[in-house]
């Protein structure tokens, strides 16, 4: 999955400068999600600005994973979190009422994000 990650970043990179990378990261192992910041450190000479996660609310399972790795990578301060996910199940509310406890959580209703009449198919 990496690898293919890595060619979109690059494909749609502007001017080859940009700071996107794509990271293995095992959720709930707090030392991977350290590890994931110290290379970004070492790549930005400082912390991430933005965590982008999409879709990634599915198997209950993983709720608490999950939730543990953004922890990790928020404390101090750290970036902000912006997550898409298109309700479909009920178990994901409860995601996001844990997520809540630690994060100031903003929904979006979808006619507010995606301008349907702009689109061409």
């Known amino acids: 999955v990496l690898?293919?990650?890595?060619?979109n970043i690059?494909?749609?990179s502007i001017d080859g400068t940009g700071s996107c990378r794509a990271l293995p990261l095992a959720w709930g192992e707090r030392d991977a999600a350290l590890a994931v910041l110290q290379a970004i450190r070492e790549q930005r000479g400082a912390g991430p600005a933005l965590i982008v996660a999409a879709e990634v609310v599915?198997?209950?399972?993983?709720?608490?994973p999950l939730l543990d790795t953004l922890v990790v990578l928020t404390e101090g301060g750290?970036?902000?979190?912006?997550?898409?996910?298109?309700?479909?199940f009920k178990r994901a509310k409860r995601f996001f009422k844990r997520?809540?406890?630690?994060?100031a959580v903003t929904t979006l209703?979808?006619?507010?994000v995606v301008?349907?009449?702009?689109?061409?198919w």
């Open 10 to 12: 690059d494909a749609n």
């Open 109 to 112: 209703p979808v006619p507010d």
């Open 3 to 7: 690898p293919d990650l890595q060619v």
């Open 99 to 103: 997520l809540q406890k630690y994060f």
């Open 115 to 120: 301008d349907y009449e702009a689109l061409t």
């Open 58 to 64: 599915y198997w209950e399972n993983l709720f608490d």
């Open 78 to 88: 750290g970036p902000r979190v912006v997550m898409s996910y298109v309700q479909r």
